[in-house]
């Protein structure tokens, strides 16, 4: 429960221009159901240029662990596992989201501040202090702050989502968004068509740049029959002078050696029931495009250096940006498009950073990169809905966030092949953080030698949890790989509303979120990865009439508790059927490694849990 005697003050500071500060005063709080929200009103007198900064010092006790989203370092595998001396992470439209939360080594929040408005450019952090003195050790705080500047007066006043509840970090955090949602004027939420929960297959790990239209064409039977119902074509569709950057980007002209005949691949696929996605990379423009001697005077500049990205703060850029779009989907009967490389920061492309230099000889709609980047993310969703009202746009975790949670339909874990682990770490935190979004597990790929149980371990992780997604050759793989698959996929699509519903609960709090359940209405799915399950999963705590358990340990028991009468059917990794029983809980669960379990409570229909429809043979 929240308590507000223990709450840590929070001080809201007002600087000019010049950098002094001109009001501070403590921020007013009102309750939010178990939290708490903080609204600063604007001094009357105070006019832009002007800065605000919040912060709270929260004294060092049971804190040992610091949550923030921006993802950017090692492709999406920065985590912070220890208190840092200093953070201070750059937010906007494109980067993060303006939260910042410190919790203990169970899991349990501490402080917890986040801001309603997502389309700013704004900064959060937290630094270690304490005086340095003999006694200076215990006065030691965590100073957690947000910050963020205006060039021009807003016209509303800042809110604040505060909190000090016990709770998990991770159902603060879709607190959180459930208190940003209940604000929206509109509800600017993507209503889902029914594909965008499609399992998928792209070609990029399969065969990165040097991808061909025969390539796919020899997958299409095994991707069709292990029911994967899109397809994206990545990077390496279109026209490029070099193998590891597409350095011709802007110009986006199909190589017709590779695929002399682009659309007629595109209709075969969607004649057999499948939707087609390809990848663009909307900002980019590589230095050697036919294009980029047009397009210079649209081009960001960053400390006087011209970048390889379109400045999304120009109305000629927003137009050029439509333009494409609308041709790429008209052209090719596309289903939809995956936007790559909206990154604030890719040190090899300098594309999209979360400011740019403003030059007197433009004329800006805005002068806010993330504004900016709002307008043509909206645009280009528009655009391509205006082709198909259906279009499906996935975005990459980098950009996926609450702000451009309108303009895509779905979002991918960061990059991450060979490693499920990271995936589903990936996967659940785009859950807490994205409701309403389909989520992309990043593509599975795994080699043919790859043991059944951590083929089940890859599977459980994508199907619990997000909709799954791959990216090897399967003609490479085993039959036995193929049977997995197929059974996984047919409980994911039995399954898929109620997994893209459900909401995410840590059951242990590790760098790999070892232990995760998935909780719906009705049912919940938990997935158990880590060395030994957890001490015992209370199974009557969901209320709901069936849980779902994997068990992907490395032992063979696992204790539930509760109470009441159960019906427990068990699938063993390699068994055509279920055994089942009944038991009392508390009671404990005989299952190898790989093993799926389907927990019912007595009076409920359990005949075909595992029947071809679940799990199928």
């Known amino acids: ?9 929070i001080t ?26 903080g609204i600063v009103d604007i001094p009357d007198e105070l006019n832009a240029p002007f800065s605000v900064k919040i912060s709270s010092a929260v004294r060092l006790v049971d804190l040992h662990h610091i949550f923030v989203t921006p993802l950017l370092e090692g492709l999406g595998q920065k985590q912070w596992l220890h208190l840092p001396w200093l953070l201070r992470e750059d937010i906007s439209t494109h980067r993060g989201i303006p939260l910042i939360c410190g919790y203990n080594r169970h899991g349990n929040n501490r402080f917890f501040l986040g801001a309603l408005e997502q389309i700013a450019d704004a900064t959060v952090g937290f630094q270690l202090d304490y005086p340095h003195h003999a006694a200076g050790v215990k006065f030691a705080k965590g100073i957690f702050t947000y910050s963020r500047s205006f060039k021009h007066d807003p016209k509303q006043p800042l809110k604040f989502f505060v909190s000090n509840s016990d709770e998990g970090w991770d159902q603060i955090v879709q607190e959180y968004t459930g208190w940003h949602d209940d604000h929206l004027e509109t509800r600017d939420i993507n209503i889902l068509p029914p594909t965008a929960l499609d399992p998928v297959w792209c070609s990029w790990y399969s065969s990165l740049e040097g991808v061909t239209a025969e390539d ?59 939707s087609v996605m390809l ?40 137009d050029h940006l439509v333009a494409q779009v609308t041709s790429l989907m008209s052209q090719f009967s596309l289903d939809g498009l995956k936007l790559d490389f909206i990154d604030p920061a890719v040190e090899v ?48 975790q980098n950009y996926s966030n609450l702000a451009t949670r309108p303009f895509a339909t779905a979002f991918r874990s960061q990059d991450s092949p060979f490693d499920p682990d990271h995936i589903r770490h990936m996967v659940c935190l785009l859950r807490l953080t994205c409701p309403g979004a389909a989520i992309h597990a990043d593509p599975a790929v795994w080699l043919e030698e790859e043991t059944d149980l951590n083929v089940a371990r890859f599977l459980a992780s994508m199907c619990l949890y997000s909709v799954p997604f791959f990216s090897m050759n ?34 242990s709090d590790d ?15 938990i997935g158990l990865f880590g060395m030994d399950p ?58 190898g490694p790989g093993s799926f379990i389907a927990i019912s409570s007595v009076g409920t229909e359990t005949e075909n849990i595992f029947s071809d429809a679940s799990l199928g043979r």
């Open 474 to 507: 399967f003609r490479d793989l085993p039959a036995r790989h193929h049977l997995l698959i197929k059974r996984w996929l047919s409980f994911y699509g039995e399954h898929r509303n109620r997994i893209h519903n459900g909401r995410i609960q840590m059951l």
């Open 279 to 318: 990848w663009f990379a909307p900002f980019f423009i590589g230095e050697k495009a036919k294009k980029r001697f047009e397009l210079q005077h649209l081009l960001g500049v960053l400390d006087g250096k011209v970048l390889n990205s379109l400045d999304p703060r120009l109305q000629e850029t927003e």
């Open 1 to 9: 429960m929240t308590n507000p005697q223990n709450l840590a003050p």
């Open 349 to 396: 492309f300098s594309i999209c950073p979360t400011s740019l230099d403003l030059l007197p000889e433009r004329k800006y709609t805005t002068e806010s990169v993330a504004e900016g980047t709002a307008k043509c993310l909206r645009a280009m969703s528009a655009a391509a809905r205006a082709v198909r009202s259906d279009a499906l746009v996935e975005y990459r």
């Open 12 to 37: 809201v500071e007002f600087t000019d221009s010049t950098g002094c500060v001109v009001h501070s005063f403590p921020m007013a709080l009102t309750p939010y159901r178990q939290h708490f929200e």
């Open 216 to 274: 796919i064409r020899t997958e299409l039977n095994i991707i069709e029959d292990l029911g994967i119902k899109t397809v994206i074509i990545d990077e390496g569709w279109a026209h490029t002078t070099s193998r590891t950057i597409p350095d011709t980007a802007g110009d986006w002209i199909v190589d017709v050696q590779k695929f002399p005949d682009m659309k007629g691949l595109i209709n075969d696929i969607q004649a057999r029931g499948m």
């Open 511 to 525: 760098p790999r979120f070892t232990s995760v359940a998935n909780v719906g209405d009705d049912e919940v799915f």
């Open 534 to 591: 957890p001490h015992s999963i209370d199974i009557s705590s969901y209320g709901i009439a069936r849980v779902w358990i994997f068990n992907g340990t490395s032992r063979d028991r696992i204790d539930v508790s509760g109470n009441g009468i159960i019906q427990i059917s068990t699938r063993s990794l390699d068994a055509e059927n279920a055994e089942v029983e009944m038991s009392s809980l508390p009671t404990v669960l005989r299952c």
